[in-house]
């Protein structure tokens, strides 16, 4: 019997693997400078660890086609988002559909192969993720490269290959972080298959850890436990007691590190020694195991060393304790039974960020909270509340859009009739305007300007006062050849021939820059007569198309309300079903606790009565 | 006594193996139950139907047309760390946002925030930003930038960045436009 409790204590810290395989973080995308602004955008969702609305723009702006640059960035992210959130048969279909393009860049791939590895290790299947996990070997950085090789050896510990794993933790060049776990893992394991010394060794070299990290420090004290636990099996009490003092004496391990140590006390008959740590346990919480052990503890160690009336004040003592607690636990099942358990763990935080769980221990001491922090150190129980949280979100999330979708409904009316309503004005306007005509004069002076440029006309471009001058030339000139041959009219030819020489040259000189402004000015005319057919153009697409896009929104919105109501209604059903579950688990949990109490109590009753028969005995 | 020894240890025994049994099963468990198969499908199908909501809801908003988007990125932000902006087009307040210590990590890390989500006639607008924060050496520090921006027929994107000047160890704050 003894040696079956001692595994089994031994064995119990080996959840500290957990965080290793389910840290919530998406660790090592590769870096990339932003080409599109909306992957930007979903990367600022997914740095804040909003995952949900990250899944959710990452799909809008893929289908939108706004991610171009980033296709195969954002499939990768996409994959890593779907793990995150647990859901593992989507993560791993983006991921073999990435492995299977002979396109994906390696750097891709890399990562790829890795989280498709990490899946398939969620999943149970160790010999597949090993295969994907020995093929993302490269450019993974060095914490995923760390991570990598334990899965690896993770994968191998639990198939029970044993050297194996010792081999690929060998050697470790990578973070000591994820060496520590490794090393814990599996001196855990092989304490668990009979071989201790390999396996203490192991647990030695991560309870020896000098840190200030407080998620090694924990591993410390659970390595350092389980250290304690496996000596006391062993019989070597006095390295027990070594092994269990260098636990933390405030900390999740501490009520059995004290215990253990009270063992290894009483194991060497040191009875007085044991009674220490026994009783700092009695001013802790009852609901820890440890604790309820050390009410029979106390009055057991009393007794050994033959101080019967003590031992009596405490058994009595004990007994009236666990009714106490029997009695409470009785007060909590009932309020879990009426539902208030759940609305008390939601209330309690729990949304994984920091320092939340720690928070729970100092919730007010009702029926209905009393028990939640012994019930979220659970890993059922945690996994389960994660599972209602996540339908209370999508609830609430399917209620606001339900909501939002009404004020939708309403925009495409209103759109409908205020465009009915502006149409008469609009299209009166624009019967106003004919562009044709504009772009026919457009054509005649360009036509026109060049001619001129051809023949170098520089009266084409002459000014309103040069065309007056040049027609009243023409007129003198008309007038002179009235009076041909009268001699008294030479003067007169002589000055209009000076003249429209004169103004000829003006024209002449002028002729490059009028030209050039000239050109300019048709240049701009034509960008004026483009935007005015364009802006005529898309005013006409707009006067024909708006009524069917109108509709083709509407059309949209009708058929997206009953696939909301239809998940809303799945969603109520799920979250009750999961209440449900929720309870029963706690429920379950907290008989479990109240049978061991009433075996304690019995305990404590059976001792008792055996003291008081002794006495009754002795003359 | 020494009954009383072994019997204790039963007892601890039996507060054991919910823990022991926890730990020999893999970090997660390959069996789902039905409900968790319900769970993991509504998850999959809510993120689709918000998927399609909110393009429904860009499209119906703010159409291509008219649509101007403001994002803010930052590249380094050795310089300056940003507390608030605000967005003004043609001289009107559009958005006035404080940034948690998240979200400025987010921006540090590559993130890029859509400040704003707006509608704009066709023809020239002017942008102006003003960010507050800490600059060189603690010191609080406000800058504004400011574009002109012309908005044709297609939706218009402009990217209000924050960047180190390196040469003046500064920080440095443009505007730019992308189609």
């Given at each position: 019997m003894l040696g079956r409790i001692i595994i089994l204590a031994a064995l119990a810290p080996l959840a500290a693997a957990a965080p290793v395989v389910e840290q919530e973080a998406i660790p090592g995308l590769p870096a990339v400078k932003v080409q599109d602004l909306h992957y930007g955008d979903v990367l600022f969702r997914y740095y804040q660890q909003d995952y949900f609305d990250a899944l959710v723009r990452l799909a809008a702006y893929r289908d939108q086609g706004r991610l171009a640059a980033h296709a195969r960035d954002a499939e990768l992210l996409r994959g890593g988002l779907y793990l995150s959130l647990g859901q593992h048969r989507e993560a791993r279909e983006i991921f073999e559909r990435l492995l299977a393009d002979p396109a994906t860049?390696?750097?891709?791939?890399?990562?790829?192969?890795?989280?498709?590895?990490?899946?398939?290790?969620?999943?149970?299947?160790y010999e597949e993720s090993d295969r994907a996990l020995r093929q993302g070997a490269g450019s993974l950085g060095e914490?995923?490269?760390?991570?990598?090789?334990?899965?690896?050896?993770?994968?191998?510990?639990?198939?029970?290959?044993?050297?194996?794993?010792?081999?690929?933790?060998?050697?470790?060049?990578?973070?000591?972080?994820w060496l520590a776990y490794g090393q814990f893992n599996l001196g855990v394991a092989l304490v668990r298959a009979g071989e201790a010394a390999?396996?203490?060794?192991?647990?030695?070299?991560?309870?020896?850890?000098?840190?200030?990290?407080?998620?090694?420090?924990?591993?410390?004290?659970?390595?350092?436990?389980?250290?304690g636990y496996a000596k006391l099996q062993a019989g070597e009490a006095a390295a027990a007691r070594l092994a269990l003092e260098r636990v933390r004496l405030e900390g999740p391990q501490s009520n059995k590190a004290l215990l253990g140590a009270g063992w290894a006390d009483a194991a060497a008959k040191q009875y007085e020694a044991a009674l220490a740590p026994w009783q700092e346990l009695q001013g802790r919480s009852l609901l820890d195991a440890a604790v309820q052990e050390s009410y029979l503890a106390v009055p057991y160690a009393y007794a050994e060393l033959g101080a019967l009336a003590q031992a009596v004040e405490y058994y009595e003592r004990a007994i009236a304790a666990y009714d106490a607690e029997r009695s409470r636990i009785g007060e909590s099942i009932a309020a879990i039974r009426e539902g208030t358990l759940l609305a008390a763990a939601m209330q309690a935080g729990g949304d994984g960020r920091e320092g939340w769980f720690a928070q729970l221990a100092?919730?007010?001491?009702?029926?209905?909270?009393?028990?939640?922090?012994?019930?979220?150190?659970?890993?059922?129980?945690?996994?389960?509340?994660?599972?209602?949280?996540?339908?209370?979100?999508?609830?609430?999330?399917?209620?606001d859009w339900q909501q939002s979708l009404g004020a939708f409904t309403d925009m495409v009316e209103t759109r409908r009739r205020a465009f009915e309503a502006k149409l008469p004005a609009a299209d009166a306007r624009l019967a106003t305007v004919?562009?044709?005509?504009?772009?026919?004069?457009?054509?005649?002076?360009?036509?026109?300007?060049?001619?001129?440029?051809a023949a170098r006309d520089i009266t084409a471009l002459a000014t309103e006062e040069e065309r007056a001058q040049l027609d009243m030339l023409d007129a003198v000139d008309a007038e002179l050849a009235r009076h041909a041959g009268d001699a008294s009219y030479d003067e007169a030819r002589e000055k209009a021939r000076l003249a429209r020489g004169v103004l000829l040259w003006e024209l002449d000189a002028a002729w490059k820059v009028r030209s050039w402004q000239a050109s300019r000015a048709l240049r701009d005319l034509n960008a004026a007569v483009y935007d005015a057919r364009t802006?005529?153009?898309?005013?006409?697409?707009?006067?024909?198309?708006?009524?069917?896009?109108?509709?083709?929104?509407?059309?949209?919105?009708?058929?997206?309300?009953?696939?909301?109501?239809?998940?809303?209604?799945?969603?109520?059903?799920?979250?009750?079903?999961?209440?449900?579950?929720?309870?029963?688990?706690?429920?379950?949990?907290?008989?479990?606790?109240?049978?061991?109490?009433?075996?304690?109590?019995?305990?404590?009753?059976?001792?008792?009565?055996?003291?008081?028969?002794?006495?009754?005995?002795?003359? | 006594m020494k009954t009383a020894f072994?019997?204790?240890?039963?007892?601890?025994?039996?507060?054991?193996?919910?823990?022991?049994?926890?730990?020999?099963?893999?970090?997660?468990?390959?069996?789902?139950?039905?409900?968790?198969?319900?769970?993991?499908?509504?998850?999959?199908?809510?993120?689709?139907?918000?998927?399609?909501?909110?393009?429904?809801?860009?499209?119906?908003?703010?159409?291509?047309?008219?649509?101007?988007?403001?994002?803010?990125?930052?590249?380094?932000?050795?310089?300056?760390?940003?507390?608030?902006?605000?967005?003004?087009?043609?001289?009107?307040?559009?958005a006035n946002y404080l940034y948690t210590e998240r979200e400025q990590d987010a921006l540090k890390r590559g993130g890029v925030q859509r400040l704003w989500l707006g509608n704009l006639k066709a023809g020239e607008h002017e942008v102006t930003a003003f960010f507050t924060g800490q600059g060189p050496h603690e010191r609080d520090y406000k800058r504004g930038t400011t574009l002109q921006v012309e908005k044709g027929v297609g939706a218009k994107y402009v990217e209000l960045r924050i960047s180190d000047k390196a040469s003046k160890l500064q920080p440095e704050f443009v505007v730019k436009v992308w189609e």
């Open positions: 860049p390696q750097q891709v791939r890399d990562r790829a192969w890795f989280w498709l590895g990490k899946v398939l290790y969620a999943s149970g299947m914490d995923l490269e760390a991570e990598r090789r334990l899965l690896i050896a993770q994968g191998l510990l639990y198939r029970q290959r044993y050297s194996e794993a010792i081999a690929e933790l060998s050697n470790w060049q990578g973070p000591r972080y390999r396996g203490l060794e192991l647990l030695d070299a991560v309870g020896s850890l000098e840190t200030r990290w407080p998620e090694l420090m924990a591993l410390r004290d659970k390595a350092n436990l389980a250290i100092t919730l007010p001491d009702s029926p209905e909270s009393r028990y939640l922090y012994h019930l979220m150190a659970g890993h059922e129980f945690q996994e389960g509340l994660k599972n209602y949280r996540a339908l209370d979100a999508m609830a609430k999330n399917l209620a004919d562009v044709a005509t504009i772009n026919g004069r457009r054509d005649a002076l360009q036509a026109g300007f060049e001619a001129a440029v802006r005529e153009t898309a005013s006409g697409r707009a006067r024909e198309g708006a009524p069917e896009k109108n509709a083709a929104l509407a059309r949209r919105v009708e058929r997206v309300s009953p696939r909301i109501d239809t998940l809303a209604v799945r969603v109520e059903e799920a979250k009750a079903a999961q209440g449900r579950r929720l309870a029963d688990i706690a429920v379950r949990e907290l008989e479990d606790q109240r049978k061991r109490l009433d075996e304690y109590a019995v305990q404590a009753r059976y001792a008792l009565a055996t003291i008081y028969d002794r006495t009754a005995a002795t003359p | 072994i019997t204790f240890l039963a007892a601890l025994a039996a507060a054991m193996p919910a823990v022991a049994d926890e730990a020999a099963v893999p970090a997660a468990p390959a069996e789902r139950s039905a409900l968790d198969a319900e769970v993991q499908s509504l998850r999959r199908e809510v993120v689709d139907l918000n998927r399609d909501l909110f393009m429904l809801e860009e499209d119906l908003l703010f159409p291509a047309s008219t649509q101007v988007a403001v994002f803010v990125s930052m590249d380094v932000g050795t310089f300056f760390a940003v507390d608030s902006v605000q967005l003004k087009i043609d001289d009107k307040e559009v």
